[in-house]
């Protein structure tokens, strides 16, 4: 089934930029570093690939040390290292194995490594249990493993009161993955509120992988597979002119915190620059890093956007021709998670993938002597978003020489067993609620003035996410499935993500949709201020999965948005407990008509 609102991007502008091949700053190399500490690989430089560590005898048992590194521009690199130096691995489990992850913390204060900074931080407790310091500083860290449906207590996927602070002995993560978590592409990385932004904008990610897809879906079968992370980053030159090849830009938009503010054209200077696998490609020419593949191979790539606030709309150029994609999972779930779609395959010629979102398809490489890319097209992030232009991310280039990825899919390919609970999207919401995103002005006569996020459930007041609350803004029962229709209520696009579930979009823009896959990160289009209604997303929300009982957060996944304040918090109840779930939103209609007076936006 091909449905425009998981891959066709209606939020994307339909321009395209005419990328070159061919450009003279592909041989840069990135600046000389007097410290391997997190070290990147050179401009235009071959795209690495992460180290695998694999579970042995049903165990994957780890440690890693969180460090941290201010480079001679000012910018500051984050990483996982494990102790023979490899950064970021990829984790590699089955289900029902056990990951025994042990983080150490490393990291210094910025401003001791790069002179006064320009905002205060907060204090962390000394020697305070880790487990309930709710310490949230620069220097703090802990681990939100993306996706995973475990329990949200301290050990496992708590982010609101587990932090690790400097000096800290080595912070023992324990649990074993659900027997019944689908195969598929997840990742890891920090959930400091306050902080996360500056972490993960370092490249404080790495990727992790449930084994099996192809027990799931037999078309991917035997395959070598690609790990491909794209990150973003400060611009490395954030002065410089746009390239000569753009059109020129009247006006250079820049928004509160000095990005690049959303031009709508499709060029212009981003906000961020991007890597993959910590390749830099950086504004203005972008020059790409390299992927070689044998002529006409099929691949299957395992693409993750771990960026802290860019959104990605990949495609795959031949001859500047679009090529199809065959998506077989989407979020760590494959499409056919359903029970009922067999070895579905859903060909695009482009995915829409928004901060913490993953995909997975299939890619058949270019015949020999055909220059091919993969690119990033522009994302339309509203008037009050960021500017995510078109731009180059690699080259592909067929060889017969051309190494393969060092991880090859079984050809075993036994069928999964068949899920134990009824497909989502047949089970009846027991509740409907309404949220909505908002954003309010410092001071409302400036729009580069600081600004306050909020995601309100409809009938409470806004506030920003406070995190030393322990009243929950949700209250649910573990075996209740919920329908939340969720608003954009600002000019900027918005990336809705929840901990610890999988949901099920069945509306975009209060017109049914028939998607049979689930996610746990979707976009909420932005309000363009003219319209009578707020634009919105109907969510099927599943809390049947008795891992799910616990508090938990949902928010926004630009984690500036997120650091800002844009994020609520989740507690499920036990099936068995006498306390009644309570529905915090009437949401009596399904359409949000707007009121007399219209909530401030930026």
């Known amino acids: 089934m091909r449905l425009p609102s998981f891959i066709v991007s209606r939020f994307v502008l339909p321009i395209l930029v005419c990328l070159c091949l061919s450009h003279t700053c592909t041989g840069l190399r990135a600046q000389g570093l007097p410290n391997n500490t997190c070290p990147r690989p050179a401009i235009g430089s071959s795209i690495p690939e992460p180290e695998d560590l694999r579970s042995q005898n049903g165990v994957l048992k780890i440690d890693l040390t969180v460090r941290n590194y201010t480079d001679l521009n000012g ?231 771990a960026s802290a606030i860019t959104y990605l709309n990949l495609e795959v150029l031949y001859k500047f021709k679009p090529q199809q994609l065959g998506i077989v999972a989407l979020d760590g779930v494959p499409l056919n998670a359903n029970g009922t779609s067999g070895d579905f395959i859903d060909w695009q010629s482009h995915i829409g993938v928004p901060p913490g979102g993953r995909v997975e398809f299939i890619v058949t490489g270019p015949p020999p002597g055909v220059p091919g890319l993969l690119v990033t097209r522009t994302v339309d992030t509203g008037v009050g978003g960021e500017n995510d232009p078109n731009r180059m991310i690699a080259t592909i280039t067929a060889s017969n020489d051309a190494p393969e990825p060092r991880s090859k899919l079984s050809w075993s390919a036994e069928p999964l067993p068949p899920p134990s609970l009824p497909w989502l999207g047949s089970v009846p919401p027991v509740r409907t609620r309404r949220l909505y995103f908002s954003e309010q002005l410092l001071d409302p006569n400036d729009p580069n003035s600081a600004t306050t996020f909020y995601l309100t459930v409809d009938g409470q007041t806004p506030k920003p996410f406070d995190p030393a609350s322990d009243v929950p803004d949700i209250v649910v029962k573990q075996g209740d499935v919920e329908d939340w229709i969720i608003e954009n209520r600002s000019t900027e696009l918005h990336a809705f993500h929840i901990h610890q579930l999988h949901f099920l979009m069945t509306a975009w823009r209060d017109v049914p949709v028939n998607e049979p896959f689930l996610r746990d990160t979707v976009n909420v289009p932005y309000y363009d201020g003219r319209t009578l209604e707020y634009p919105s997303v109907t969510l099927r929300m599943d809390f049947r999965d008795p891992n799910a009982v616990g508090t938990f957060v949902y928010h926004c996944h630009l984690l500036e948005h997120e650091d800002g304040g844009m994020m609520g918090t989740i507690r499920v109840l036990p099936a068995d407990t006498t306390q009644p779930a309570k529905s915090n939103s009437p949401a009596t209609s399904r359409t949000r008509r707007l009121p007399t007076h219209t909530p401030s936006t930026n």
């Open 75 to 305: 910018a500051i690199r984050y990483c996982y290292l494990t102790a023979d130096g490899s950064e970021s691995p990829t984790l590699r489990l089955r289900p029902g194995e056990l990951l025994i992850l042990n983080l150490k913390n490393d990291l210094k204060d910025p401003e001791h490594a790069a002179g006064p900074a320009n905002h205060h931080h907060n204090v962390a407790e000394k020697g305070a249990d880790p487990c309930t310091s709710a310490s949230m500083t620069i220097t703090s860290t802990n681990l939100h493993f993306h996706g995973l449906t475990v329990p949200a207590i301290c050990h496992q996927d708590d982010v609101l009161k587990t932090s690790l602070q400097p000096g800290d002995p080595p912070f023992e993560y324990r649990f074993y993955i659900p027997a019944n978590e689908p195969p598929g592409l997840y990742w890891y990385h920090p959930h400091i509120h306050g902080f996360s932004k500056v972490q993960v904008l370092g490249g404080l990610s790495g990727a992790m992988i449930i084994e099996g897809i192809e027990r799931a879906n037999k078309e991917v079968a035997g395959l070598p597979e690609r790990v491909l992370i794209v990150r973003d980053q400060d611009l490395l030159n954030p002065n410089a002119p746009p390239a000569k090849s753009e059109p020129v830009i009247p006006k250079m938009l820049i928004d509160h915190d000095g990005d690049a503010a959303n031009n709508g054209t499709g060029f212009g200077r981003p906000a961020k620059d991007l890597s993959i696998n910590y390749v830099p490609v950086p504004y203005p020419d972008y020059p790409p890093a390299a992927i070689q593949m044998k002529p006409e191979e099929r691949q299957f790539w395992r693409v993750l956007n």
